[in-house]
């Protein structure tokens, strides 16, 4: 079967009969958008058939509408997921296609301008991208349409610590590449069968068989890799080579956070970690010091309200802010009193002292917010 997003059948289709439907959907996509941006990623050339169609789309170059995908390509059901268009088509092929059945899930992968070029590299070559991605994140770093970043923790040794963030480091393709060890132009060149790509991921000098293992992954990574045939396919060349004596093992291979925070700022000296960085660990340092004046526990003890109602009740109050920031630095700077008075505002309590729910804020600019229901700071 091919690809299972939807609830018609569809399904997997020769390289002919995926050339073909291709051409169909980018005529129908020109022809409404003329400069409409496409890519259709890279297979390696023996590939025998397809699950679905992908086709990466500049989110820019088009203004994609269920009415318009369902009138474009005579379908009813079409599923809009985090940007992806998915919908099950049935198109007329040329006399020369000898494919049995024309149906084939289609993938319209809508990605900002900001991240194209990244998305092309990382979406060539179906699972590639996933094996680098693993690669990339023995390193302390993170591979992906977006970039490669680098998540920062305030607990240097643990994952699952407080995140101050996530930093760019880079959108250029081939700088991402050559730092994480792998060789560009060989990428470019293409591959010829799966082989040729499992040798390219352990060509990389960072390659050993702790990224891959089990023991260093999620529960989220696991359990996306068990829907991927590569990753199965993969495992079984890493079997191989651990048979040969081939596949080496690096355990102290991995650097902690502060040496890949030191590699990466030398390595891309214009990044976001040269200055959000700083400014995200002094928010969260406040965030701390913000609860000590404020938290759900709070009104919950005080009005006795819990569950959905607590939730939306809290969020009335966040609407009372314009960012995040903004709320933290008006707790630290008032009284669990005039929290307190500004929950009872922002959710219509019949008493509220405006002096004490105005806080330090200027009673005059609190008077003005009045009107636009929220105060801002």
Known sequence: ????????????????HYLNVYVQVQRRLQSEWPKAVTYLPRKHRFKQDHGDLDLLVRRDTVDLTRDWVKSAFGVDEVVVNDGVWTFGVELEVPSSDTSETSALQVDLVTKRRKHWEMSKAFYDFGGLGNLMGKVARWLRYKWGFQGLRM????????????????????RDPKEAFEFLGFDYERFQEGFQDMSEIFEYVRSSEHFCREPFMPENMTADQKQRDRKRPV?????????????????????????????????AKEAFPHSELHDRLKEDREFVKLRERAKKTWTGRVPMEEFGVTGKELGKMLSNFKDTFRTDRHRVEWLVRNSRENALERFKFANDFDEVDEEKASGDQKKRRFKQNLHQDAFYL
């Open 231 to 263: 990753w199965d396919s993969f495992k079984n060349y890493l079997r191989d080579l651990e048979r040969l004596g081939e596949l080496p093992s690096k355990p102290d291979s991995r650097p902690t956070q502060k040496e890949a925070l030191e590699r």
């Open 151 to 170: 998540p920062v923790y305030r607990d240097p040794k643990g994952e699952r610590s407080v995140k101050y963030g996530e930093y760019v480091l880079t």
């Open 1 to 16: 079967m091919g690809g299972s997003a939807l609830e018609m059948e569809t399904e997997r289709a020769s390289p002919q």
